[in-house]
Antibody
């Protein structure tokens, strides 16, 4: 079955960077985009962007411009999200999700990674 | 960016009720509209894709309709496990955007 397993909780100081991983299995790695979505405490969902598993090409959301990097390692079927210059407003649960074959709907999700930014 | 507006933001209902949640986009998204359910502490789960397609494994009491700028999610005969938050998302144009969510509570 399709599985997306994310790395564990992170606590970072303002100004630092964080890198979250998303290991995929149970499907053809090259066939589906991976998206990143975050959710601040008590808030709604925010789309951060997506990455093409073949080319590594990316499309970003508004927040992501300049501070977010999305990469993948095809040898281990794993995707990465890196957020630089963290600030308190970046405190959130970060999710990876697979873009499905119809309408690009996010049909499988990782369990989420809590990133806390605090001094 | 396309703005997605859900209504209501919160809703109280009883087991067995029929519930309708609406989602309106600031410009057309054609049929590229998806619905998700999220329970506390859990990742969202896809319910409806492409405005009206029922995701595999999702109960038949869930249905979606609409096109262009106006969409609805209908839940027939509410069950206890349906009390959760619901989000719409457009995947027509970048950046993909979500509605602000609808919190469905037990009356």
């Amino acid at each position: 079955q399709v599985q997306l397993v994310q790395s564990g909780t992170e606590v970072k100081e303002p100004g630092a960077s964080v890198k979250v991983s998303c290991k995929t299995s149970g499907y053809t790695f090259s066939g589906y985009y991976i998206h990143w979505v975050r959710q601040a405490p008590g808030k709604g969902l925010e789309w951060l962007g997506r990455i093409n598993p073949n080319s590594g090409g990316t499309d970003f959301g508004q927040m992501s411009q300049g501070r977010v990097t999305m990469t993948r390692d095809t040898s281990v079927s794993t995707f990465y999200l890196e957020v630089a210059w963290l600030r308190s407003g970046d405190t959130a649960v970060y999710y990876c999700a697979r873009g499905g074959p119809v309408a690009g709907a996010l049909d499988s999700w990782g369990q989420g990674t809590l990133v806390t930014v605090s001094s | 960016d396309i703005q997605m507006t859900q209504s209501p933001s919160s809703l109280s209902a009883s087991v067995g009720d029929r519930v309708i949640i609406t989602c309106r986009s600031s410009q057309t998204v054609s049929g590229f509209l998806n619905w998700y359910q999220q329970k506390p502490g859990k990742a969202p789960q896809l319910l409806i894709y492409g405005a009206s397609g029922l995701q595999s494994g999702v109960p038949l009491r869930f249905s979606g309709s609409g096109s262009g700028t106006d969409f609805t999610l209908t839940i027939n005969s509410l069950q206890s496990e349906d009390f959760a938050s619901y989000y719409c998302q457009q995947t027509h144009s970048f950046p993909y955007t979500f509605g602000q969510g609808t919190n469905l509570e037990i009356k």
